[in-house]
């Protein structure tokens, strides 16, 4: 009997110490740290449209010495005069300690930090930039990783500004420009509309969602439409809407609420709504239309031109798979193309 039961504790500690290998690592880890290296973030999860831009800042800050180590200090210096230097074949990204001022194209195979201002050419091409001033480019310049301004920021006609564009100032992106994610406290797409039209706009009439076929009221302040629902042109309704068809606001028209709808929404020439503007599929902006709110679509969103969303002391955001705006949109806060913006000629 005693062989017997000695057998069966030496086949359960030799059990327990297999399953507790795979945990040996952790303690020795946990009693002795030496794992201190920061995981690196892909571009593509960190939710920070500056993280970029502010973790060169770091480097170059432990560049300088006058911040802490980071580990990736390597930099090289732009040569002055600029125009006669090699973009191409630099090893390590770049330092320029004052402006960059040319008419010249830079084409650069690393990411450039500027102290101070950065304006140059048409046809600029660089992996990612940085300037503590403003930034300007010319007309089909490249940004493929992303691109930060303490001051202002523009691109020329015909540019591309992938993944991150972010600003201290404001943005601006010309005409056929393609983008992806932009922040600043004001966005200004294309070039400002010019209004010939010599139209007088309604006072806004009162009206009320209890009055729309169909409509449901759960609250005081909220009501469902079952089906297609169209909202009057030049009235206003005060309070949110939620409609499961499609959903059509009236030119002119002031909605003082949020609304949401599942199979698209139309907001008129002219209307507003001071509030959240949430869709399944897609939102369409006439020209001269605002929201206040954050503007969200799971498809696209079309926004027509001289249209403002948002507001200066009241930024907002702005998120679809597809992105369209015309010239003269202005955008006060974020605006995130999932898949792919573009700026189109009114």
Known sequence: MMPGYMTYVAFGLISLLVLLLPFVPAYLEWRRPTDFEALPISANYTSDIDHFARRMRADVAAKSGTGKSTGYEEFAFVTDPV??????????RLIARTDIITRSSIRSGQQLFVEGNLVAGSECSFPAVYATGDIRLGAQSEVRDWMHADGALAVGQGSATLRRVSAGGYIRLGTETWFERVHAPSVFFGAPGIDSETETALAPSPASYADLPGAVQQTPLLFIVRGDCALAADSAYKGSLVVTGFLSI????????????????????????HGAVTCEKR???FSKARAV??????TDILIGADCVIGLPELQ??????????EDGVTVHGAIWAHDIGMVKPA
Not at 257 to 265: L, N, V
Not at 293 to 298: C, H, K, N
């Open 83 to 92: 125009e006669k230097m090699d973009w191409g074949k630099t090893k390590k």
């Open 250 to 273: 009236g030119a002119g028209t002031v909605v003082d609420g949020d609304i949401k709808a599942r199979g698209g929404i139309s907001v008129g020439r002219r209307a507003a709504v």
């Open 283 to 285: 939102i369409y902006f």
């Open 293 to 298: 709110g954050p503007v969200i679509s799971e």
């Open 316 to 325: 907002t955001t702005i998120s679809a798979a597809n992105i369209i705006v």
